[in-house]
């Protein structure tokens, strides 16, 4: 097998680091041994060369013989089917005893399947490490509560250092996340007072390279327990070594690199641990942890309560990083909607668009913009010069890696031209339109001169060897103070994300079908439009009556069933099913003829689940109006867009809330089967109640009925926006009232039907 880069045996510096394989390493940490068993045999074919000091059997005599020849007979069978067993990590840590020098010695063995090869890391155990199952519990539970309880990320950030460090008794622990460089900031920490302080400095992202990052997304947690370690070579069968390399990705006792080891050093670090951080299958950031005074192991035991705590806070990252930005995604939405409702009333996109400017602008936060469509540039707000845009647009059209949405808070390290234009665009989201003629709809911001605290100086310090520079890690991790140029402030996540919504939205809405009717004679224009009018009007004028006879006819069913004659009730049940049929055929009409639809991520979802993190988010708002929310009945599960139904239930329940003038408020949240076996899920409240000339008017975007500033003030766009991820759904959304008595909305998704 050949490795490309940095390889075994090579001296490894800062100018190789990035290609040194790091996962094949041919060595590990000498606190435990490495076996590579055969299987069904359970026959030594690699074993680590520290065997002797920790089994008492040499290495090399140990390849070859059996497993259970180590065991004794009491344990053998047992270890054997732990080992064979499909799910061969739910039996970890395997308890094991091995036998060498005549005597016995205790284990944990740590067991894992990768590339067809069974590995068993072996550490030496002892009856002090073991926790108890109920002491685990109730320190996961007791975790879990004060991660669960945390009010916002920074918050998160604080109690996860805390724990860890209360679990581990490690002298330094440090939470922070990478930005999309790669660089870290740290955004919180719990230390002894020796320890330098970390907290809100900077690191570059050569100190963990590429490839460490993604060891990193692989295996939840490393663990050194002293950087002094001398490493333990494999040795293996004469076929094993010809099979290539030992891919050592999710050994615990993985040899680090000596780059790694001498940074640690320079941090004045004796032992260290780290755990992902994970969002959306990508790596968030680490909990990382030093000790100072000495080597320190933790047990496996303990590591695991660690890395449940890692992957505990993971699944809040989202929620406590959206809550974060709520007001803006929430302010963000209404602009998009608002841009929506004009681009599908000018057949000039870019003029419904740009006209008036902030709208375009206050989407992503930028200072000047530009729509580029067939030759024709708009502009808003502060942009290049046309000369200096013509050539930014053919640079994004020829990019290899072309991406729909691109951006980036410096724009002349990728394209080094912008540095002329740097004070109007620094930053850039580009959003392609699409492919081959160059359409965008680009956002700028302008420079921003900003200083940076790093740990340490990040630029590589030389050192000059005999024969040639060689480059070592910083020896200093004192506040470095860096004036920065040629940035602009970063884009939000949601920022980028309403760029990619407003680009589906052109592309679905209005660039098709402007494409389109530029090739179309003025006949077939005019006829598109009167089938586009049919079809709305057909959808909204027919699908009432049409619901009324299928209600009523259903009524007739259930109510005069027994008084009916046999050919009546026939011709009634063709009248339902012909009504069904009839609004099917309605819906895709008014599927064919809607735009602006995005794609979903559908799939089976607990709906509990789902509104108890509605509810902790809303949990200020309920308590500050003092508003009793009910669910008196678990709701079934649905097969929907989980972020989007999240939304559903937020801009409901709120409503519910505000719209509210009695003492005791309440909100109430149910489901109901239909006889047909499809759910009608329903959200009712107590509140002031709708008119019934007002239950239809209320789903238009920037319908209100009272006045901007009453009952807390809002666009007018939340039901509409309700209405329409509901009908992406293809399901609907009603409501029954009486003024002053309350409101419940009804709901249905997928192929769910009302009666």
Not at 233 to 240: D, N, S
Request: charged content about 25%; some cysteine.
């Amino acid at each position: 097998m050949k490795t490309d880069g940095a390889v075994p045996g090579r001296v490894v510096d800062l100018t190789n680091c990035d290609k040194e394989p790091i996962h094949i390493p041919g060595a590990v940490q000498p606190h435990g041994v490495l076996l590579v068993l055969h299987e069904p045999s359970l026959t030594i074919r690699q074993v680590s060369e520290n065997a002797g000091e920790l089994i008492g059997v040499e290495a090399r005599a140990l390849l070859g013989r059996t497993l259970e020849s180590l065991l004794p007979e009491s344990q053998a069978p047992g270890v054997r089917a732990s080992l064979l067993s499909e799910r061969l990590q739910d039996n970890n840590p395997l308890e094991l005893t091995l036998r060498g020098e005549g005597r016995e010695r205790p284990f944990n063995g740590i067991a894992h399947r990768h590339q067809g090869r069974l590995f068993l890391e072996l550490e030496p155990s002892s009856k002090q490490e073991a926790l108890p199952f109920f002491g685990f519990y109730h320190q996961a539970r007791g975790a879990m509560a004060r991660l669960r309880d945390a009010k916002d990320l920074r918050a998160l950030c604080e109690e996860a250092a805390r724990e860890v460090r209360r679990l581990t008794g490690l002298e330094r622990v440090i939470v922070y996340r990478f930005d999309e460089e790669w660089n870290g900031r740290v955004l919180a920490e719990d230390r002894v007072e020796k320890a330098d302080p970390y907290l809100g400095l900077h690191f570059p992202a050569s100190d963990i390279p590429r490839q460490a990052r993604e060891l990193y997304t692989l295996s939840w947690l490393r663990i050194i327990p002293t950087v002094d370690y001398v490493p333990a070579r494999m040795l293996a069968w004469p076929e094993e070594e010809a099979a290539g390399p030992l891919d050592m990705s999710f050994c615990v006792l993985r040899s680090v690199s000596p780059i790694h080891l001498e940074y640690l050093h320079n941090m004045g670090a004796t032992a260290s641990m780290s755990i992902s951080l994970m969002k959306e299958g990508r790596l968030w950031g680490l909990i990382s942890c030093t000790h100072l005074s000495g080597p320190k192991y933790i047990p496996y035991q303990v590591r695991t309560a660690c890395e449940f705590v890692g992957e505990f806070m993971s699944s809040f990252i989202p929620a406590k990083e959206g809550h974060e930005d709520h007001d803006q995604r929430i302010r963000a939405r209404s602009v998009q909607a608002r841009l929506l409702e004009r681009m599908t009333r000018n057949l000039d996109f870019a003029e419904g668009l740009c006209h008036p400017p902030p709208e375009l602008l206050e989407l992503t936060g930028a200072s000047g913009a530009a729509v580029y469509f067939n030759g024709a540039t708009t502009i808003v707000g502060k942009a290049p010069s046309d000369e200096q845009l013509q050539a930014l647009i053919r640079w994004l059209g020829e990019r290899p890696d072309s991406q729909e949405v691109f951006r980036t808070h410096c724009l002349s390290r990728e394209y080094p031209e912008a540095e002329a234009f740097k004070d109007v665009a620094a930053g850039l989201i580009a959003a392609s339109m699409s492919r081959g003629r160059h359409n965008h709809v680009l956002w700028f911001r302008p420079e921003v001169v900003q200083t940076v605290e790093w740990g340490g100086n990040p630029h590589k310090p030389v050192d000059m060897g005999a024969d040639q520079p060689r480059l070592h890690p910083r020896k200093s991790f004192a506040l470095w103070q860096e004036t920065v140029r040629g940035r602009s402030l970063p884009w939000k996540d949601y920022e980028v994300e309403a760029a990619q919504e407003l680009r589906r939205n052109i592309i679905d809405i209005v660039l098709q079908r402007s494409e389109e009717l530029l090739e179309l004679n003025t006949e077939l224009e005019r006829s598109n439009v009167e089938l586009d009018s049919f079809a709305y009007a057909a959808s909204h004028d027919l699908k009432e009556p049409l619901r009324g006879i299928h209600n009523y006819t259903s009524l007739v069913l259930r109510e005069e069933s027994t008084h009916l004659a046999p050919g009546n009730r026939t011709r009634l049940d063709t009248v339902v099913r012909l009504t069904q049929r009839m609004e099917s055929l309605i819906n895709s009409l008014l599927h064919y003829a809607q735009v602006g639809r995005t794609e979903l991520s559908l799939r089976e979802t607990d709906l509990n689940e789902l509104l108890a993190q509605v509810l902790e988010l809303l949990e200020p708002r309920i308590d500050e109006a003092q508003v009793e929310v009910r669910v008196p009945l678990p709701l079934p599960p649905a097969r929907c867009d989980r972020v989007r139904m999240a939304e559903v239930f937020t801009n409901l329940i709120t409503n519910g809330i505000k719209y509210n003038d009695k003492d005791k408020k309440w909100v109430e949240l149910g489901a109901t089967r239909t006889p047909e076996g499809g759910t009608i899920y329903s959200v009712r409240d107590n509140g002031i109640g709708i008119k019934p000339e007002y239950t239809e008017a209320i789903f238009r975007i920037f319908k209100r009925l009272h006045g901007r500033d009453k009952y807390g003030g809002g666009t007018g766009t939340g039901l509409t926006i309700v209405k329409r991820i509901i009908e992406r759904h293809n399901g609907r959304i009603w409501l029954e009232s009486q003024p002053g008595v309350g409101t419940t909305f009804f709901f249905t998704l997928g192929s769910e039907k009302a009666p």
